[in-house]
Every structure is written in structure tokens, then in C-alpha cells.
């Protein structure tokens, strides 16, 4: 998993060179000495690393990485280097990553060295995910210059326009409503984080990873989500249909305000629904990512709530606030259409099946599970391109039918897993004792 990972990162490299856009390997590089954009991220990606270590080799870590930024931050002020584009903080953990990297290499052997290259990767595929997700979504606003919004928002017609409902209520939330929402849909990865701290808790007493976690499902999703923005292009109801980030302006706490999008069909979101018209491909602008279809942060967002299940109390609610308020920001916010997420949630679950099929050898069950969810979401994929406007004059019946096709796979999955639950997966061969512990 970890090598298909890091190919495809270097694919993606050599791809955005050719089209003239740093890379995923390139942005990461330079978040060692620049200010790093995803600050936040780069400490999480860290306590994920830490897993692999005792307890005193993580207060070291910690203590090291934090004294980085300090001595960072003072090279910044003494040379008078302002932090406009980024995080003040950050370069300190990708520091401790890497340094932990040069230790697996130079000072570990055997079983130990292993096991801290896997905490290092992990750690690292997880940052390197987002830089990933930037490149792609930089490609598709380069290479796709028309969109299929238009079909989407008819299609839409058959939930009753949800993301024009949501954005009303957000709208009239005013600023605690939107920045609470905003919190939430930014920093997903790091909520995931906390999820996979739980489920890899005991990875440094065991000395190794257990079978499924939650960062293989994100890296998965990460890795072929984005290949379904590249096929079926769409930008949101707030840029096709409305101002963009323009509309947010007065409600965030934003400085200046964003230009409005000049390519929308019409400012109709989120007072007005779109009017329905024989839907067409539409050109737009060479900005704007097209990353709607699936909605990701939904898939994403559903991954915490499945992973969650096992949690305690607390770490169950924190999953299914993290679903409900996800899906409450890509709606309001205009990020996405409601066909859009009900094409998320079979995404993941499909991926998740996928997932844990492999795991157990791929059993009848599993593989008529993946087969079945894949299969629905192709059918959706092709519904909402060549049957929108059929789909928007009967809402009473399409919209029922997608509703029950997104159940029907929920319904799969919960029913085989449960299954699965009390009929183990084979277990594995005992693995050799491992070498004594050498602290850093």
C-alpha cells in the first residue's frame, strides 16, 4: 500500500512538471525551510510517526520539534521574514520526521528499523496526501475548461436543491454558524488523526500495525478520488451558480474581499434555484478546482464515523458530529450538490469494503460487496450525466430511487461486516520476537 502510495506521488511529480505546476514532492520540500501552509497537519502527521515510540522517545520528539519552530521563528523576526502564505509554525515536526527517517536508517536494524520506517511513512503519506490533493486539484482547473455543473444542478432537482435549502441556514447563522462549520471542514485530516491515535494505540507495545486502520482508507480515497474529478469535472453551486468565495466575505473573518467568479451561469445561489433547462457542458475558469464529484469530504468525513464505531463514548460522538457537521458545510457552504454526496457515501463505503476484503483473502462476501457498490455508483455516475433532466421532471420517484440506491449499499455493508465480525479473518503466522528497544 505504502509503495503504491509513494509511486503515485512520484507519477503525480513527474505529471505536473510536465504541465509546468510544482509538485507534490516539490511543495513538501519547501515547507522544510518555508513557512508551511498546512501547519496544523505537519504536527499531526508527527503523533502519527510517534506511535512506533516509547514514551520518552516521544516527549524528545515533541520537545525537539518544538524547539524548531522557536528557533525558526526567531530566524523570521531577526531577518525581518514575514509569514504571509503559510503557518508560523510547522517545519519543526517535518524536522522530527525526517530526522526519525535518518535514525531508522543509520542507528536501527532489523525488525526495529522496519517498524520506524512504517511510523515514518505513514506520517509522511498522510502530509503528502494533501499536497497530492493541491496538485490535483491545480490539474483539473488546467486541464479541463469545461464543466458539467449544469447537469449536476438538474439532476439536483430531485432532492429539492439541498445545497440551496443549507446555504439559506448557514447564510442566516451569520459568523458563529460559518466559522464553526469552516473549523470543521478544514481541518478534517486532523480529526482523522485522532481516530487513527486510537486505533493505533498499541502499535508500540505489539511492535506492529494492525490489518485495517483509518489512514489506508484516506490514502485510498486520496488516491482515486481525484481520478473522478478528472472525468466528470464540476465546480459547485457557489462558483457556477453564484459569486464563489465572494459570498462568504462579509460573513468570515477575511481581510479583503475575494473577486466574484465571472464565468457563473447566473448570481442565483443560494436564494434562487436554478431553472430547469436542457442541461449543457459549460465552459469555466482556469482556477477554480473541479472537485466536486464525489464529494471527498464526505468520504472522508463518513471513514471517521465508520472507524469511530469501535471507539468509546466519546470518540463515537466526536465521529458523528465530524459526519453530520461535514455535511451540513459542503452543503452550505455551496461546495457541493446533493447528488454529490450520496455519490461520496457509496465511494467510501465501496472502498472500505474493497479494504477489508483484501484483508480476509477476498471472500465471496467481499468481493460481491465492492462489486456491488462499485456498481452503483457507476450507475449514479451515469444517471446524473445522461438522465438529469428525466430524473428532474419526476422527483417524487428519482429522488426516492437514489436515496434507497445509497441505502441499499450502507445496508450491504453494515449486514457483511457484522458477518464478519463473528467469522474472523484467518490468522496470520506468528512473527519472530522482536530485537531490544534502543532509545534515541
Not at 85 to 106: Q, R, S, Y
Not at 388 to 410: F, T
Amino acid at each position: 500500500m505504502s509503495a503504491a502510495a509513494l509511486g503515485f506521488v512520484v507519477a503525480l511529480e513527474g505529471f505536473a512538471r510536465h504541465e509546468g505546476l510544482p509538485g507534490p514532492i516539490t511543495c513538501q520540500l519547501r515547507e522544510v525551510v518555508f513557512a508551511p501552509k498546512s501547519g496544523f497537519l505537519l504536527y499531526a502527521s508527527m503523533a502519527l510517526m510517534m506511535v512506533v515510540l516509547t514514551w520518552r522517545q516521544r516527549f524528545v520528539a515533541v520537545a525537539a520539534a518544538i524547539g524548531i519552530d522557536i528557533a525558526f521563528l526567531a530566524g523570521r523576526w531577526a531577518f525581518g521574514v514575514e509569514v504571509t502564505d503559510g503557518h508560523p509554525f510547522g517545519n519543526g515536526a517535518l524536522w522530527v520526521i525526517l530526522g526519525c527517517a535518518v535514525i531508522a536508517v543509520t542507528r536501527r536494524t532489523g525488525r526495529e528499523r522496519v517498524l520506524l520506517l512504517k511510523g515514518v511513512g505513514l506520517g509522511l503519506l498522510l502530509v503528502a496526501g494533501r499536497k497530492v490533493g493541491d496538485t490535483w486539484l491545480v490539474i483539473t482547473s488546467k486541464t479541463r475548461p469545461t464543466v458539467l455543473d449544469q447537469y449536476m444542478a438538474t439532476a439536483d432537482h430531485a432532492l429539492g436543491n439541498p445545497s440551496w435549502v443549507a446555504g439559506r441556514i448557514v447564510t442566516a447563522t451569520g459568523p458563529i454558524g460559518f466559522n464553526l462549520l469552516d473549523v470543521v471542514y478544514g481541518q478534517l485530516a486532523v480529526a482523522a488523526v485522532v481516530v487513527a491515535l486510537y486505533q493505533l494505540r498499541n502499535v508500540a507495545v505489539e511492535r506492529r500495525f494492525p490489518r485495517h486502520h483509518l489512514v489506508r482508507t484516506f490514502l485510498v480515497i486520496g488516491l482515486l478520488g481525484p481520478a473522478v474529478y478528472m472525468i466528470y469535472p464540476v465546480v459547485g453551486p457557489v462558483f457556477a451558480y453564484g459569486t464563489g468565495a465572494a459570498h462568504w466575505a462579509s460573513v468570515s473573518l477575511w481581510s479583503e474581499t475575494p473577486p466574484s467568479v465571472q464565468w457563473a451561469v447566473a448570481d442565483l445561489w443560494p436564494d434562487t434555484p436554478p431553472p430547469l433547462t436542457p442541461p449543457h457542458h459549460m465552459p469555466f475558469d482556469g482556477i477554480t478546482p473541479r472537485n466536486c464529484m464525489p464529494s471527498l469530504h464526505t468520504a472522508w468525513a463518513t471513514a471517521i464515523f465508520v472507524h469511530s464505531r469501535k471507539g468509546p463514548r466519546v470518540l463515537r460522538f466526536a465521529g458523528t458530529f465530524w459526519l453530520i457537521a461535514t455535511l451540513c458545510a459542503t452543503l452550505g457552504f455551496g461546495y457541493h450538490y446533493g447528488v454529490d454526496l450520496i455519490a461520496g457515501v457509496v465511494f467510501v463505503l465501496t472502498v472500505e469494503a474493497a479494504l477489508r476484503a483484501f484483508d480476509r483473502g477476498w471472500d465471496r462476501s467481499g468481493i460481491r460487496l465492492a462489486a456491488y457498490g462499485a456498481a452503483v455508483f457507476a450507475v449514479l455516475l451515469v444517471s446524473y450525466r445522461f438522465l438529469p433532466s428525466e430524473m428532474a421532471e419526476y422527483p417524487w420517484l428519482s429522488g426516492p430511487v437514489l436515496l434507497l440506491a445509497m441505502a441499499s449499499v450502507v445496508y450491504g455493508y453494515v449486514r457483511t461486516t457484522a458477518r464478519w465480525e463473528t467469522t474472523p479473518a484467518p490468522a496470520r503466522q506468528p512473527e519472530p520476537q522482536p530485537e531490544p528497544i534502543r532509545t534515541v
